[in-house]
């Protein structure tokens, strides 16, 4: 906070840019509650749920991990522990349904929110720790990802907190600080491996700051999640590479092969149109952040502005051009959520950029706060509006509602006719758990076929 301070001119003009330079001593943690609560009901008010895809998919090895029954397969989605494990311990303690499903990411994206500012706190002072907390708490594709159970809201949370580890007690002591740090990043990575990519980040910048014990526990704390993950393999499956193998099975799927096809494209237009152009999914956040993190990298020595950067670039190029084949080129598939946990650092930076030049030039303050303030509003509203869209989502209401009246009216089995797939079912067993599952239609309480639009409609 104190870096900030030296920022401050005669009384005269200092109202004209109260919000960049105002005193928050004994009110930032008032204000830092109020971020974090204001989050947690946006990603209230952008409930998506189920949307009958890679979530069915997740879910079902979750409930296998409640059972007790789960065995590793050579599917990427029956690989990501770090979503699996807790999920599977809230099914088995609290039942399997939609809110049991879904609270494993709404947490993490909440917790996302305090994280990043107790990380933009510690390295670039309160100020620019709240800014960045307003901008990811009403980041739309955060919002729109905190209620569908997919891996990159937890993901980012695991980086967060190797981050948090590694800044408030890396230079205390280096030995557990890294070990705990590696060893978050580890789970990270069996969340969703592009999130590794942030490890070199920290590493870069530990051997830049010659703390060489720091360096080394990270990587230890790293490989001792490898190792287990890789032991656990070879116990069960007798296959010390199943991961490897199981990527090559992924590789094979519709999103991958169209990527690769198309390899110009995806490599150079993709991302580069999802960041740069205001969507649903990402608002104006992200040409906001864009824009003014180039100036805020000059506004702040190399010190300050090297470990975001790092932190931005390392996974981002990764993501862009990295291969997901150790036997050949094989780019991964462009998903906007892939880029959640590259936009922390990013809206720190932008935040940096704001009240810099919002006490540079005291007369641009206003004009700097309209459009702040425009890019929270905007971003709460494309997520509010964005809410319960693609996907299989009509379908997942349709079956909500039949679910209801199935309780209603005390039914107890229900059977699908038609060729629709087979997440019908596993959403349906999701949404009402008491229902079971019948293959003869004559003999079931229930009958759902789609309807003329395709969509799941009762018929007996």
């Not at 704001?354 to 997520?383: D, E, K, Q």
């Amino acid at each position: 906070m104190a870096q900030f301070q030296t920022l401050s001119v005669p009384s005269p003009v200092a109202p004209r840019r109260a919000m960049f330079s105002m005193d928050i001593e004994g009110q930032y943690w008032k204000y830092f509650g109020f971020i974090v609560g204001v989050g947690f009901l946006m990603r209230l008010a952008c409930f998506t749920g189920l949307i009958g895809s890679d979530d069915v998919v997740y879910s079902h090895f979750a409930q296998l991990i409640a059972q007790l029954s789960y065995r590793p397969e050579l599917h990427h989605a029956a690989l990501r522990y770090g979503l699996l494990l807790p999920l599977g311990v809230l099914y088995r303690v609290f039942g399997v349904g939609e809110w049991t499903t879904i609270m494993v990411p709404l947490l993490a994206s909440t917790l996302s929110v305090p994280a990043v500012m107790l990380i933009g706190q510690k390295l670039l002072g309160s100020r620019v720790a709240l800014l960045a907390g307003m901008l990811i708490a009403t980041f739309p594709a955060e919002l729109r990802y905190a209620t569908i159970l997919v891996p990159e809201p937890l993901a980012e949370f695991y980086g967060l907190v190797a981050i948090l580890i590694y800044l408030y007690w890396g230079a205390e002591n280096q030995t557990s600080a890294g070990l705990l740090s590696g060893l978050c990043m580890g789970v990270a990575y069996l969340t969703k491996e592009p999130v590794l990519f942030v490890a070199p980040a920290l590493m870069i910048d530990a051997i830049l700051t010659r703390r060489w014990r720091l360096l080394l526990a990270i990587t230890v704390g790293m490989l001792m999640i490898a190792g287990a993950e890789h032991a656990y393999y070879k116990a069960v499956t007798g296959d010390l590479m199943f991961r490897p193998h199981a990527m090559v099975q992924h590789n094979g799927s519709l999103a991958a092969v169209e990527a690769n096809r198309y390899l110009g494209r995806r490599l150079f237009e993709e991302y580069p149109r999802m960041m740069i152009l205001p969507t649903w999914s990402f608002g104006l956040h992200s040409l906001f952040a864009i824009l003014l993190a180039l100036p805020a990298c000059f506004l702040l020595s190399v010190e300050k502005w090297r470990l975001p950067v790092l932190w931005a670039l390392l996974p981002l190029i990764y993501l862009n051009f990295g291969t997901s084949s150790l036997t050949s080129y094989w780019v991964l598939p462009a998903e906007q959520r892939y880029l959640l946990f590259i936009y922390p650092p990013l809206f720190m930076l932008a935040a940096v950029a704001v009240i810099r030049i919002g006490s540079l030039r005291p007369h641009a303050a206003p004009f700097l706060g309209l459009v702040f303030s425009l890019v929270l509003v905007t971003g709460f509203y494309c997520g509010f509006a964005d809410r319960a869209r693609g996907w299989r989502t009509d379908a997942i209401k349709e079956l909500r509602t039949i679910g209801e009246k199935a309780r209603s009216r005390n039914y107890r089995t229900v059977a699908f006719e038609g060729d629709e797939p087979e997440q019908w079912q596993q959403s349906m067993e999701i949404l009402d758990h008491d229902l079971t599952l019948s293959t003869d239609s004559k003999a079931a309480d229930l009958v759902i076929r789609p309807d003329a639009f395709g969509l799941p409609a009762v018929v007996s």
